[in-house]
């Protein structure tokens, strides 16, 4: 039986990826690789930042989990190391050299990266590995994919069978592992590769919150848990705003971890009860979101460099938003119906062998 909810939660959250990049391009918190702010005083629109960073990438560790338990309950583990190698490491390391130097070209522009001492032969590979960009997260689904084989192979059903009958007190005492996992295992210089909480979501997702009896108990309790997320989250905007919230204190605080934890305990429960069905636009964006969430920040740190940055153009700031999210979604969805037309390009950039769209 499809789990239609997760499609839907997942495309969702890939649109507000999207959008969460285009005011990540303009904020006044965070200055690297970034086109700039609007004004050196206070940007409020800032804070979509606050309210997004804590928890859209967690939802999507911990639905991956989830979807690698589905996986594994219908194919062999060579099969599924197989195909996730192909979806995942694949458009990670060799898609850096077939189309990720492009995005590393406009990364370091906008880093202010001085490439004129570089030789050539070494400028290619430094800018393909600067395009990894939004890649980092199937890097480490590739990653723990892997790990997920090994411990499988050990704990044979035991851990997953322990957690079924799950109450929900118990899932939400969970907090305090999600808390003390975002304190270790945080990569010093490239923020984004946090092992200890994503590591924490992916195999939560996988032992936990794949059985629908624990799904079950977040339906139940999800208005309890959209409310603590709302408290929290406030709390932790009014306190922290203004802060680095990628990394530090700004993203690890108790704040920012209950506010999160319990925003996934809330989606997963109104995703189950609410989006739980499809219709052709919602099976649309399912069968797009894995272009969109590929492609989009090309056309975003294209457009912030040339428009704000090269020509300097005057309009409003809410011109610069309107204008850059509506080419990251056309153009991330032109570049995925042109590219996954191309035999190898389609394998190298998107790990999909043949001309049928797969989902993720």
Known sequence: MKK?????????????????????????????GIAGPFTSGVQYQDVIQ????????????????????????????????????????????IGLLVYGWIQGYFNMSLSNVDTSMIPGFILYPVRALSGTGVLWYIQMLWLFSWIL???????????????????????????????LSAQILNTPVIVVYKFGIYGFCFFAGYFIFSHDEVIDELVKTRWINTLIAIVFGVLYIIKYFGMDYSYGIGSTNIL????????????????KKYLDKTNKFMTWMSNKSWGLYIFHYL????????????????????????????????????LYEILSRIPFVRWAVLGIKKEKKVKE
């Open 4 to 32: 239609l909810y997760l499609n839907n939660i997942k495309w969702i959250t890939v649109c507000l990826v999207v959008i969460y990049h285009c005011f990540y391009m303009y904020n006044g918190v965070i200055t690297d």
């Open 50 to 93: 606050y309210i997004l960073y804590p928890w859209f990438m967690t939802i999507l560790f911990v639905i991956s989990g989830m979807c690698a338990r589905y996986e594994l309950e219908k194919r062999d583990t060579k099969e599924f190391l197989r195909k996730r190698t192909t979806r995942y490491l694949v458009p990670s390391t």
């Open 149 to 179: 084989v090994f411990i499988r192979k050990h704990e044979k059903g035991k851990l997953y069978n322990l957690t079924k009958n799950m109450k929900a007190w118990m899932i939400m005492l969970l907090v305090i592992l999600y808390y």
């Open 256 to 271: 920012c971890m209950v506010y999160s934890f319990f925003m996934i305990l809330a989606i997963l429960g109104l995703g």
């Open 299 to 334: 056309p975003l740190s294209m457009f912030a460099y040339y428009a704000k940055i090269v020509y300097h153009i005057e309009m409003p700031a809410i011109c610069y938003y309107l204008i850059t999210i509506i080419l990251e979604f056309l153009v991330a969805y032109l």
